[in-house]
């Protein structure tokens, strides 16, 4: 609990300005703390009377924190093939295990994964946990989390990274819960602190109004999950040695209490956005499902992927899993290029991470235009095809 | 069937910004919104009790005026509202609100079914549904995009994934977490609205669930916030200028690199 010493406090307000969540307020010249506060303590920090502290006990610190060793990549296999953010997160794995001074370790689970492991070393993995059993043929939260939590528990690593997919995001949740441990969601950045090698893992929140920093101060291990196309893989090396390991997952860790009837693989437009180097995005601007064409031909043109925003969505022009925002996915590709997209702040949250942003819209007040780093203003059905040509022709030369 | 609905009260996204002079979210005039999320699971609950029979029961942690979304939920088609709400509580990271969320849930008694929306808007973790399915030893799905049968018993359900969908069968008790393809909330209808001005709350505390103290709030958060700050500036808004067919022109070089 946040405690204000009436004693110390000379009602400057400087906590009131630096709390983030309007926590905080001066009243007859002392502050008083209402039940948002969120105990992050920023205020703590701001006081220069120290009339601010956190109190309410510690968590119980474990014992052996320092038992826990190396850093764990989850790395994952669905339907014969690895996630890209797998190999992308043994390379941000590397970097953490050598500022540790402690080997990186893969985990790779499923069935009939043949050459996959032998991949994962070559991609900077020293150790790979390898359970290839046909009963992990299909993802289940239970198997899979079963797997998980019965190896860190025999190992005991200190860090362990999963990338933020649909499977990720499912099932290392229940994973973390069940050790105990904590886990950051999204992360955008990892980092080891210098004085004590703690994992320091930032991620936005508030839709990406606001960055994060966390830590995991008396738990092991620290878990996060990290989005797709932010890490940066290690070029492949066919010398690079490493060991794999053969592991017999549990029979009981096999029987699952949800069972999968059917796995689809979507026909249309086959593809997972948020691993798109280049996005193209269409909006309510393109007036109709016709309109809604050029976004494809754009996109087909440089070898991109279709998004969308929530109104083109509901509309039918084009299925959920293409809804980039606030409730559909948040994407961060190399390229994204938003074409008759207003620009709400639900949209913005889904994409303001990419590194170059085009905006084109016909309104020039458009919010869009305060994310892009180029725009243009004018007629979509002008723009478009000119764009589409031009690009072509750029490619054909 | 039984069914509980967490939700949770968020502030409405459209409200939230940063001011880039104080480095605070701005908070004039926010308001506060059920979590969009939980509307479609909400919803979901509503119409298999329609189908099934059973009763809804909605479950909220929060400050005290997050009553407001009970109110909202019963005025849609719940039956009960529970909100777990103490000091105590404050600094709890998904772990604490999973295991503070579980325990409230064992005061409610038996359940079939709980559904929860996929995440929230302000969090965006995805964790706490999971997680509370592990606290309560049940099975979960994760983003269930449409039920496709569902009896007193068990439930057949497409799961979105990221390359198309699974089709998935769980026996009750279980927990899901939905997205908002499954289904399209109703608007609270007058019958509703009357019965939600009348609509009396539990409202438990940390005591009331027996809770233990070292596994709630920021003492029972394996998580800490150690630093907030905005994201760095994507600088100035830059607009090309000449003819359609030269800023285009123009485009094109700009983004050579890429193509």
Redesign the interface.
């Known amino acids: ?2 405690i204000v010493d009436s004693e110390l406090c000379i009602g400057c307000g400087v906590c009131e ?6 926590a905080i307020e001066v009243v007859d010249g002392c502050a008083v703390v ?9 205020c703590v920090d701001s006081c220069e009377v120290e009339a601010l502290k ?1 109190e ?5 610190v474990q014992v052996d924190l320092d038992s826990w060793k190396g850093v764990w990549v989850y790395c994952e296999f ?2 014969g093939a690895l ?1 890209p953010v797998s190999l992308e997160l043994l390379g941000a794995g590397r970097k953490l295990a050598d500022a540790r001074g402690v080997p990186l370790s893969a985990v790779l689970i499923g069935a009939d994964t043949g050459e996959s492991a032998e991949k994962l070393i070559g991609h900077g993995a020293d150790t790979v946990y390898r359970i290839d059993n046909q009963a992990l043929t ?5 198997s899979y989390g079963a797997v998980l939590t019965d190896l860190i528990k025999a190992h005991k690593p200190e860090i362990v990274l999963a990338g933020a ?3 990720g ?3 290392i ?2 994973v ?3 050790l ?7 992360c955008t950045q990892l980092d080891i602190r210098a004085d004590d090698g703690a994992l ?2 930032t991620r ?16 092991r291990p620290q878990m996060s999950t990290v989005r797709p196309k932010v890490m940066q893989a290690l070029d492949f090396d066919e010398a690079r040695q490493g060991e794999i390991v053969d592991v017999a997952p549990d029979p009981a860790s096999l029987q ?11 026909e249309q437009d ?1 593809v ?1 956005i ?2 798109s ?2 996005l193209v995005a269409g909006g309510r601007g393109l007036d109709s499902e016709k309109g809604f064409k050029l976004i494809r031909e754009l996109a087909a043109s ?1 070898d991109g992927a279709v998004a969308a925003s929530r109104a083109v969505v509901d509309a039918g022009w084009i299925g ?2 293409h809804q980039v925002g ?2 559909g996915k ?1 994407v961060a590709p ?2 994204y290029i938003a074409c008759g997209i207003s620009g ?3 949209h913005v ?1 889904g994409m ?2 990419s590194e ?3 905006a084109i819209n016909r309104d ?1 007040d458009a919010p869009i ?10 007629d979509m059905f ?2 478009l095809p ?2 589409i040509s ?2 072509e022709g ?2 054909g030369s | 069937m039984k069914i509980i609905v967490c939700i949770k009260q968020v ?1 409405d ?2 409200d ?3 001011d880039p002079e ?4 701005a ?1 004039e005039g926010v308001q506060s919104i059920m979590n ?2 939980d509307q479609h699971a909400l919803e979901e609950a509503v119409r298999l009790k329609e189908q099934l029979g059973g009763e809804v029961t909605v479950l909220s942690m ?3 005026q997050a009553v407001d979304v009970l109110r909202q939920a019963i005025s849609c088609g719940a039956d009960h509202g529970v909100l777990v709400s103490d ?2 509580f ?2 709890a ?3 604490a609100t ?1 295991y503070t969320l579980a325990k409230a849930v064992h005061k409610i008694g038996d359940f079939d079914l709980i559904l929860c929306g996929k995440q929230a ?11 509370l ?3 309560l030893d049940i ?5 269930v ?1 449409k039920v496709r049968e569902a009896s007193g018993t068990e439930l ?1 359900m ?1 799961r ?12 009750c008790p ?1 927990l899901l977490t939905v ?3 499954l289904n399209e909330p109703r608007v609270p209808s007058l019958k509703g609205k009357m019965k939600a001005k009348k609509a009396e709350f539990k409202i438990l505390s940390a005591e009331d669930i027996g809770a233990d ?2 596994c709630i ?15 760095p500036p ?2 100035e ?4 200028t000449g003819s ?2 030269e ?6 070089e ?3 690199v ?2």
């Open positions: 609990m946040l300005d630096n709390c983030a969540f309007g209402s039940d948002a506060c969120t105990l992050c303590g920023s956190i309410g006990g510690e968590k119980s669905r339907a996630a299909y993802f289940t939260d239970e997919t649909a499977i995001r499912s099932f949740p229940g973390a819960n069940s105990g441990a904590g886990l950051t969601a999204d320091l893992q936005p929140a508030f839709g990406g109004n606001i960055m994060a920093t966390i830590v995991c101060p008396s738990s699952t209490k949800v069972r999968v009837l059917e796995s689809v693989i979507s086959n997972n948020q691993e180097d280049i440089m959920y899993p606030q409730t948040t190399k390229l709400a702040i639900q949250a303001q991470s170059t942003i085009v020039e235009f305060d994310v892009a780093d180029f725009g243009i203003v004018g002008e723009i000119l764009l031009k690009i750029k490619r | 502030p996204a459209k939230v910004r940063l104080t480095n605070t979210l908070r969009p999320y929060g400050p005290p000091r105590a404050a600094g990271d998904t772990w999973s808007i302000d969090g965006d973790t995805a964790q706490v549904g999971p997680g399915a592990i606290q099975p979960f799905v994760t983003c995009q057949v497409e979105m994934m990221d390359d198309g969908y699974d089709v998935v069968a769980v026996s279980a997205v908002k393809d103290s070292s709030g920021l003492p029972g958060s394996p998580t800490q916030v150690v630093d907030v700050f905005p994201p994507r600088g808004r830059a607009i090309l359609i067919e800023q285009i022109e123009q485009l094109v700009k983004l050579a890429y193509l």
